[in-house]
């Protein structure tokens, strides 16, 4: 089945009226950006940072950091657009080196930006290694579970602080790197207009901002049908997201596992997202229904489903009204 998507390798990612997207991808290693280049992939949405940490028996050290950074930006050219997320470690991520507390509610825990600005030396150890490899590819910095203005203004100022040092050291990194968040909380999302004042950029986790918004575990197999990004709840915090960074002239990618899906790539690409970062086997095939689609005509579409009262509709409507997808 792959084959038949060979012709999209090197094409831009555009749709049937000629209005361009990026699709890049989500990794998790070094050897997972190099699979992503050769899968046709414009870039990194999301590099998962968690592996460096989950993989060692220490913290792992901003030499090693830097390293495998540097690692993914050469994968790709100098332009191309690379997204790393800072750690996004704790809750039902164990790390027997933290000597993390046991929690309820891991989930609804100490973990990602929580712990990082809790820790701010092992996160400025992360920026630097991430600064330090800026110098060598368009990388961007992403902090993970934003929930207030408060935690997004302090990750900021850290990551102002390790600029300040580094450039007072004489090391080369990219002064005006782009930070943004990842919009997986449901307070974040309805408070978008606010952040999007400040950040440079949103990425839209909407395996989180699922399991959030409808109050039930991602990783419940019971729960399967309460965690559908197609809900028309989660489309209209997508809509606003979407709306507030436009407004405040921002882009807005999405990395969770819907940004790869078809019934949820029409309306995606009717509210007029930027960026969709996908697992590298899926880009090719996005690639290939985008090409078949009218953003155009895909607006009316999510205007539709937006107005629907339940992911089933929403699903039953692309089926009946979007026959590309077929
Ligand atoms: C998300 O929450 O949608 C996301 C992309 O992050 P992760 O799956 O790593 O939590
Ligand atoms: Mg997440």
């Known amino acids: ?18 209005v361009q997207v990026e699709l890049v991808a989500n990794i998790g290693s070094v050897k997972d950006a190099e699979q992503a280049a050769a ?75 929580r712990i990082c600005l809790d820790r701010a030396d092992m996160f400025k150890t992360q920026l630097r290694a991430i600064l ?87 990783m419940n197999p019971k729960l399967g049908y309460l965690n559908d990004p197609l809900h028309p709840a989660v489309l209209q915090l997508i809509d606003r997201v979407i709306a507030a960074a436009h407004a405040n002239g921002k882009w807005v990618g999405m990395c969770g596992e819907m940004a790869g899906q078809k019934h949820a790539l029409p309306i995606l690409l009717g509210l007029g997202l930027d960026e969709f970062s996908m697992s590298a086997s899926a880009v090719l095939p996005a690639r290939a229904l985008l090409a078949k689609l009218s953003k155009q005509n895909m607006k009316a579409i999510a205007q539709a489903a937006l107005e629907l009262g339940s992911a089933e509709e929403v699903r039953a409507y692309i089926e009946e009204h979007v026959s590309e997808i077929h």
Not at 9 to 18: E, T
Not at 102 to 107: A, I, L, V
Not at 180 to 201: N, R, S, T
């Open 1 to 18: 089945r792959q084959e038949q998507y060979q012709t999209y390798l090197n094409q831009p990612s555009m749709s049937a009226d000629g």
């Open 39 to 113: 899968s046709g992939a414009e870039g990194i949405g999301l590099f998962r940072t968690e592996f460096l940490y989950m993989d060692a028996e220490e913290l792992p050290s901003e030499e090693m950091q830097f390293d495998a950074y540097r690692k993914v930006a050469e994968a790709f050219g100098p332009e191309t657009p690379i997204v790393i997320r800072t750690s996004d470690i704790g809750g039902d991520k164990e790390l027997a080196y933290l000597n993390l507390p046991k929690e309820d509610n891991p989930f609804l825990g100490y973990r990602a930006i």
């Open 132 to 218: 330090r490899a800026s110098a060598f590819g368009n990388l961007k910095v992403m902090f993970p579970m934003v929930a207030t203005l408060g935690e997004w203004r302090q990750a900021k100022s850290i990551l102002d602080e390790a600029k300040q040092e580094l450039t007072e050291a004489g090391i080369a990194l990219n002064r005006n790197i782009e930070a943004g968040i990842m919009i997986e909380i449901p307070a974040a999302a309805i408070l978008a207009d606010k952040f999007a004042k400040e950040v440079d950029f949103f990425s839209i986790g909407t395996n989180d901002l699922v399991q959030y918004t409808m109050a039930a575990d991602r």
